[in-house]
């Protein structure tokens, strides 16, 4: 059974930074999205790690545990929103006592990934994969993005409907902030490997595959548990994207994925944008895709909004998620079933 937290106006917001922390010229960025939640009606509670960072990691693991266990127990506390993800999450994983931990949201990506992953597959607690606590310093936010308060709002064994973004952002340009922050540029379109229109269903589960893929063979990566302990054997969905790995080590990364059973009980894998997947030797993402497709016998939907090419959709773990594309445009429905 999944357990799902709701997010109710006059929530409070804890900024805590389990990755990494915010180095003090970009202060004002942090400063920016408290005010914006704070104007939503959302009170703001900040961590001490927020404000640190030092060799590739807020502080300490201990430290970055600590604090984030305390936000965990805290009962005012109802959204957990790190400032971005970092690097070296995966150093607390086993610091948290997940036998306490009651339903509250922890939304986030990137490294992030790997703390929602672990949570939703040790407790049956539902996670978010979504927007960083920096990009909603906007004025405003891009349609897409600001679903984010919709989805954590929505109450158990109702639905929430999403759609695919009309454009996306190519690239930074700091030097010309947007006041939605990002700079939508070049039209979205959502792929099928067939070529033809896809419906798929299944529980959701995903994340960075840079990151996630070290879960597995930890007590902390067990899909097969999870399916059959909270999700009585349904199908898993899986939303995946890709940082910074080359063609071939996000293929390396996947073989192993199937190998550890991950993709045993699976109706379906969506990837995500990513400016990473680069050719060796001839051998594109679009190969390793189709290859994919053939093994697992499953639909593979890519270039979808989702990951580190904004802006992108807000992923439920433990959601029922029905995903249709057609014609480069998606609908997203996710039920919150137990």
């Known amino acids: ?4 937290p709701i997010l109710q106006r006059g929530t409070t917001v804890g900024v805590t930074a389990p990755s990494s922390g915010v180095q003090e010229s970009l202060h004002p960025l942090v ?9 939503k009606g959302y009170p703001v509670i900040c961590g001490e790690t927020v404000w640190t960072q030092h060799k590739a990691k807020s502080a300490h693991a201990s430290v970055r545990a600590a604090e984030l266990q305390a936000f965990l127990q805290d009962e005012r506390i109802g959204l957990i929103f790190p400032p971005w993800g970092g690097e070296l999450l995966i150093e607390l994983i086993d610091q948290i006592d997940y036998s306490q931990m009651q339903p509250k949201w922890i939304l986030g990506y990137s490294d ?6 672990a949570v939703t597959l040790v407790t049956g607690i539902a996670t978010a994969h979504g927007t960083n606590l920096i990009d909603t310093r ?18 158990e064994g109702a639905s929430v409907p999403q759609v695919s973004s009309n454009r996306y952002q190519k690239q930074w340009d700091h030097e010309h902030p947007s006041p939605c922050v990002f700079h939508l540029t070049e039209p979205t379109a959502w792929l ?6 896809v419906t798929v269903r299944g529980r959701l589960l995903g994340g960075c595959v840079d990151v996630i893929r070290h879960l597995i063979g930890t007590p902390y990566g067990d899909v097969q548990a ?8 349904e199908p898993i969905l899986w939303y995946l994207e890709n940082c910074e790995l080359n063609v071939a080590d996000l293929r390396r990364s996947l073989v192993q994925m199937r190998l550890a059973g991950w993709f045993g009980n699976c109706s379906g894998i969506l990837f995500g944008r990513s400016e990473a997947n680069k050719p060796i030797d001839g051998y594109a993402a679009i190969d390793l895709y189709r290859e994919l497709e053939d093994e697992l016998g499953v639909p593979i939907v890519y270039d979808i909004d989702c990951g580190h090419v904004p802006p992108q959709i807000t992923f439920i773990n433990g959601a029922v998620a029905e995903v249709k594309v057609s014609g480069g ?7 919150f079933e137990k």
């Not at 059974?1 to 799902?4: K, Q, T």
């Not at 999870?226 to 054997?233: A, K, M, P, S």
Request: charged share 20%; no cysteine.
């Open 192 to 197: 099928t490997v067939s070529g033809a229109d």
């Open 112 to 117: 992030m990934s790997v703390l929602l992953l």
């Open 226 to 233: 999870f399916q059959h302990h909270f999700i009585h054997d």
């Open 138 to 155: 906007g004025t405003y936010s891009d349609e897409t993005t600001a679903m984010w308060e919709t989805v954590l709002s929505t109450r």
């Open 329 to 335: 445009k998606a609908a997203v429905v996710q039920i």
């Open 31 to 39: 400063n920016e999205a408290v005010r914006r939640l704070e104007e």
């Open 1 to 4: 059974m999944i357990r799902y």
